[in-house]
């Protein structure tokens, strides 16, 4: 954002102007209200992620190999499950289906991750406390 030079005993600081400008823009672009609540998400951070990881209809382009990215995606999907209701193995398939096809994988990394528990071929949220997030 800014340069420095040094004479003698004075450091002499100068602005970036096109730089400064780029990333006004960019704040400017981020902080809107409206693109956030596109994604029902609070937290910048959090929007930046699934911004990049999610196309205009919702739906997810990639997984992400890291695995803060990764949580803040599985989180996302989540939206719509119910704490406390039961689902089936078909019910959570149809549901990941909505945001990426490989649902194997993302039903697998919700029991990973600590999102929900598995009994007997039924699926469930655990309690938002043990999120990992």
């Known amino acids: 954002m800014f340069t420095s030079a040094v004479k003698k005993n004075t450091i002499y600081f100068y602005l970036d102007e096109k730089k400064l400008q780029f990333m006004a823009q960019a704040i400017i672009k981020i902080g809107s209200e409206e693109e956030m609540e596109r994604f029902h998400v609070e937290d910048e ?27 803040i995606v599985l989180e996302y999907i989540l939206k719509g499950i119910e704490v406390g209701k039961v689902y089936s193995e078909k019910e959570i398939n149809e549901h990941i289906k909505k945001f990426h096809e490989d649902y194997a994988t993302i039903r697998r990394l919700f029991i990973m991750c600590q999102f929900m528990y598995r009994q007997d071929g039924n699926y469930e949220l655990n309690p938002k406390e043990m999120w990992p997030i």
């Open 45 to 71: 951070e959090k929007y930046k992620i699934l911004n990049n990881f999610l196309k205009s209809d919702g739906t997810l382009k990639t997984i992400p190999a890291q695995l803060k990215k990764k949580l």
